[in-house]
T-cell receptor, first 112, second 112 residues
Framework: ETGVTQTPRHLVMGMTNKKSLKCEQH?????MYWYKQSAKKPLELMFV???????ENNSVPSRFSPECPNSSHLFLHLHTLQPEDSALYLC???????????FGPGTRLLVL | DQQVKQNSPSLSVQEGRISILNCDYT??????FLWYKKYPAEGPTFLIS?????DKNEDGRFTVFLNKSAKHLSLHIVPSQPGDSAVYFC???????????FGPGTSLSVIP
């Protein structure tokens, strides 16, 4: 596989569930990102990892917990989410910390 | 307060004509600008970028113009094709910023 992949593509979960989103990049990049895309809002940056260390956390609620076990994989662990967390969650990667980011297809999350 | 604005949520253009998508920014520290294209259910795809040392960058049917004094950039697509129908995001970054700031997007429909 090439590029940035994300699984699952769609996820429906209850507010008491625990789930994880997975992102994998096959581009040899060193930086990975989680974004949230809500309807009619700009894309919101959630977390940034560079060389497997978290370098940015944009005041994201603790019910979202990222994990970067190596430079190719990024997870977003979800627990006790709220309905307003329903959105498209996009993963991206870039070489070092450059501006050009390559995005995965996203996971469409619905919290009931 | 949005630092990157795309004031037209949607735009319709006839096939073969020019599409012009506009973007305004407020922070004079931004010095690198990008356009992303996003189809439904997919992640954004990098389209074209421009550095503040230039006022124009061209790539095939896509041209980005930058007016630094007006803090305005635009993306021109000519000729427009039905496959160009997508949401276009303007984004900006600067040397002192670690992240890319996205606008809310403009939905382009190219009518055959």
């Amino acid at each position: 596989e090439t590029g940035v992949t994300q699984t699952p593509r769609h996820l429906v979960m209850g507010m008491t569930n625990k789930k994880s989103l997975k992102c994998e990049q096959h581009l040899g990049h060193n930086a990975m990102y989680w974004y949230k895309q809500s309807a009619k809002k700009p894309l919101e940056l959630m977390f940034v990892y560079s060389l497997e260390e978290r370098v940015e956390n944009n005041s994201v609620p603790s019910r979202f917990s990222p994990e970067c076990p190596n430079s190719s994989h990024l997870f977003l662990h979800l627990h006790t989410l709220q309905p307003e967390d329903s959105a498209l969650y996009l993963c991206a990667s870039s070489q070092e910390y450059t501006e050009t980011q390559y995005f995965g297809p996203g996971t469409r999350l619905l919290v009931l | 307060d949005q630092q990157v604005k795309q004031n037209s949520p949607s735009l319709s253009v006839q096939e073969g004509r020019i599409s012009i998508l506009n973007c305004d920014y407020t922070n004079s520290m931004f010095d690198y600008f990008l356009w992303y294209k996003k189809y439904p259910a997919e992640g954004p795809t990098f389209l074209i970028s421009i550095s503040s040392i230039k006022d124009k960058n061209e790539d095939g049917r896509f041209t980005v113009f930058l007016n630094k004094s007006a803090k305005h950039l635009s993306l021109h697509i000519v000729p427009s094709q039905p496959g160009d129908s997508a949401v276009y995001f303007c984004a900006a970054s600067g040397a002192s910023y670690d992240k890319v700031i996205f606008g809310p997007g403009t939905s382009l429909s190219v009518i055959p």
